[in-house]
């Protein structure tokens, strides 16, 4: 389906770094902010829940909560080449059956999906222009709760991404990192009707769990 943001994404987030990625995952296991968000779900003692996984890269949180949390889940990504590693991958264990795969900007298919009881947006925030818009039909998705990482408002990550934004510039590219204020996506995210139950920090990402 085609998308806004597609040709940004699908130019950043190329076939060689999701499969970078992947052996990463192999070796290593999920990213630090990603294991912030599995303990955040799992801490809902959730079983059998729908999952929805916005921006979900590799596949990292579906490959895990489909073991214990979720019975299916839904991946919607912007990149084509990410997708296609997060499909091979949810093959190679298995659970192919039970993941719909979505090449589109999510805002632009937000309509069209089913609920889910969980909604998860691991480092996705700042990759998108709109934060507003994006949360929004985020959480008009979310039965339960909804899980996100987004970059830390500290004097380093603001020079950080001043740094790459400066940097991406220079070569032509349009892809922009973006550092957005999370008291308003807080505001924005209560207006929904959810409230922040638990927030966690590492250096860079912040984590933080929403319930309705
Ligand atoms: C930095 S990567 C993070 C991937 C994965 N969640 C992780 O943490 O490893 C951002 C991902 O979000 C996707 N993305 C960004 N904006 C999106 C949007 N509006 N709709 C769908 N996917 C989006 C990109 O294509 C990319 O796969």
């Known amino acids: 389906?085609?998308?806004?943001?597609?040709?940004?994404e699908n130019n950043t987030f190329t076939e060689e770094s999701?499969?970078?990625?992947?052996?990463?995952?192999?070796?290593?296991?999920?990213?630090?902010?990603t294991k912030l968000i599995l303990e955040a779900v799992r801490s809902l003692g959730l079983k059998d829940a729908a999952l929805l996984d916005i921006g979900g890269g590799i596949g990292t949180i579906h490959h895990e909560l489909l073991n214990d949390v979720a019975r299916e889940a839904t991946h919607v990504?912007?990149?084509?080449?990410?997708?296609?590693?997060?499909?091979?991958?949810?093959?190679?264990?298995?659970?192919?059956?039970?993941?719909?795969f979505i090449h589109a900007d999510f805002t632009d298919v937000a309509d069209e999906l089913p609920q889910?009881?969980?909604?998860?947006?691991?480092?996705v925030v700042c990759c998108y222009p709109?934060?507003?818009e994006l949360l929004k039909d985020a959480s008009s998705k979310s039965r339960k709760a909804i899980a996100f990482t987004y970059p830390r408002e500290t004097w380093y990550v603001r020079i950080g991404l001043k740094a790459i934004n400066f940097f991406q510039r220079l070569r032509n590219d349009p892809f922009r990192v973006f550092l957005h204020p999370v008291a308003e996506m807080e505001a924005l995210l209560n207006q929904q009707g959810l409230r922040r139950v638990s927030v966690r920090r590492l250096f860079v990402w912040e984590m933080s769990l929403y319930q309705r």
């Open 77 to 100: 990504d912007a990149s084509s080449a990410y997708l296609k590693v997060a499909t091979g991958e949810a093959k190679r264990i298995g659970h192919e059956a039970r993941v719909k």
């Open 130 to 132: 709109n934060f507003r």
């Open 18 to 33: 999701a499969n970078a990625d992947l052996k990463h995952y192999r070796k290593r296991g999920p990213a630090n902010q």
């Open 1 to 8: 389906m085609p998308c806004n943001c597609c040709e940004i």
């Open 116 to 123: 889910a009881d969980v909604v998860t947006l691991d480092r």
